[in-house]
Each structure stands twice: as C-alpha cells, then as structure tokens.
T-cell receptor
Framework: NAGVTQTPKFRILKIGQSMTLQCTQD?????MYWYRQDPGMGLKLIYY???????DKGEVPNGYNVSRSTTEDFPLRLELAAPSQTSVYFC?????????FGSGTRLTVV | TQLLEQSPQFLSIQEGENLTVYCNSS?????LQWYRQEPGEGPVLLVT?????EVKKLKRLTFQFGDARKDSSLHITAAQTGDTGLYLC???????????FGTGTKLQVIP
C-alpha cells in the first residue's frame, strides 16, 4: 500500500522557470492538500481539494495552481518560479481519522 | 494569524527523562491531531482526540485534549532516541477535514 506518492524528491529551478509537482494517492480519499514547510516553521496550506473537479485556495496560494481531474491525482503547478518559493512541499490526503502525507519535494529556486 | 501555539519550541533531553509538549489556542477545535516528523520525511499521524478531556495512550506517549477543546498536551515517559523528531499538533475546525498546524516542537533525545 503506497499511500501518498510525491515526485520528484528534489528539484532545482531557475528564476522564471515553471514546473509541476506530482502527487497521487491510492487510498480513495476525497480530500487532498498541498502544504509548504519552511525551515523552523510549521506547515502552511497552499491549496486543497474536497473531490475530483473541486479545488480551493488555502493560506498561501499566490504563485501556484492546482487541478483535480481524478480522485487519485492532485498536481501542483508553479508558474514563474521565485526564490520565495524555495521550500519543502508536502502533499497529503485525509480521512476522518487524520492525514497521510507524502515524503515531500525539496525545491530550490536560484 | 497563528491559531495554534506549541511550547516549547525546542527541547533537548537525556534518554530516560520525561517531557511534556503543549499545544494552545484561543479557538475551539472539533478534533486535534498529533504528528511526528523525522528529517526528510512527511509528518506521520500519532493520534486523533475528539472529546474534551479525552486521554489517549500510545505506549510511552500520553495525549490529552483540554476540557474546553482549546488545548492539548503530549507527555512522553522515559524518552528514547527514537522519539527524536518534530512534533506537530493540528486542530480541525469548520469541517472538510481541513486542519491548522501548530508551530511545532523540535525534540532531541540524547543517548
């Protein structure tokens, strides 16, 4: 049982480049989330989805976009990368019992 | 605005000692979760508490939800090096299973 799978694990982007962080879950959870975690800080919600075709902004959505075409997949798109987007990104899905997180993507924008 | 404040922010103790981590808020939560995160990994759910005053035990870890459902504590008895990590509390309010994460407590257990 894979749970939540994120790719890539690491990525270096140049300022202005774009990329998509992939996230897939095999637990048939309706709810999925993207968080970013900066050093010494907690988790900040970027976007979330309550089901296929439904997405909404979280606390820090600027500079990001998401889509949810299937229950399993919830990719996060970064357009025009900026140094402020250097962070560790976590995808998660949830049930009534709590969240399951992926292992994260460490992104550096230079 | 940070809804959940954790204390202490950092904690370094010797193996075998006891410790308590606190998670406080002025808001009422319908449930509260505790996670442990190890370096290079995502947070892993330890427990969910839903009833005011509830106490749950997970081996050497004891979790308590405040009577007013605004705060919680995590007590570790006889800490081991394997307990080292970042401990995060997360409160749910407003439905849709969307939680707010606390500021985190970084625990280091020294052998």
């Amino acid at each position: 049982n894979a749970g939540v799978t994120q790719t890539p694990k690491f990525r270096i982007l140049k300022i202005g480049q774009s990329m998509t962080l992939q996230c897939t879950q095999d637990m048939n959870h309706n709810y999925m989330y993207w968080y970013r975690q900066d050093p010494g800080m907690g988790l900040k919600l970027i976007y979330y989805s309550v089901g296929a075709g439904i997405t909404d902004k979280g606390e820090v959505p600027n500079g990001y976009n998401v889509s949810r075409s299937t229950t399993e997949d919830f990719p996060l798109r970064l357009e025009l990368a900026a140094p402020s987007q250097t962070s560790v990104y976590f995808c998660a899905s949830s049930s009534i019992y709590g969240y399951t997180f992926g292992s994260g993507t460490r992104l550096t924008v230079v | 605005t940070q809804l959940l404040e954790q204390s202490p922010q950092f904690l370094s103790i010797q193996e075998g000692e006891n410790l308590t981590v606190y998670c406080n808020s002025s808001s009422v939560f319908s449930s509260l979760q505790w996670y442990r995160q190890e370096p290079g990994e995502g947070p892993v759910l330890l427990v969910t508490v839903v009833t005011g005053g509830e106490v749950k035990k997970l081996k050497r870890l004891t979790f308590q939800f405040g009577d007013a459902r605004k705060d919680s504590s995590l007590h570790i008895t006889a800490a081991q090096t394997g307990d080292t990590g970042l401990y995060l509390c997360a409160g749910e309010r407003g439905g849709y299973q969307k939680v707010t994460f606390g500021t985190g407590t970084k625990l280091q257990v020294i052998p």
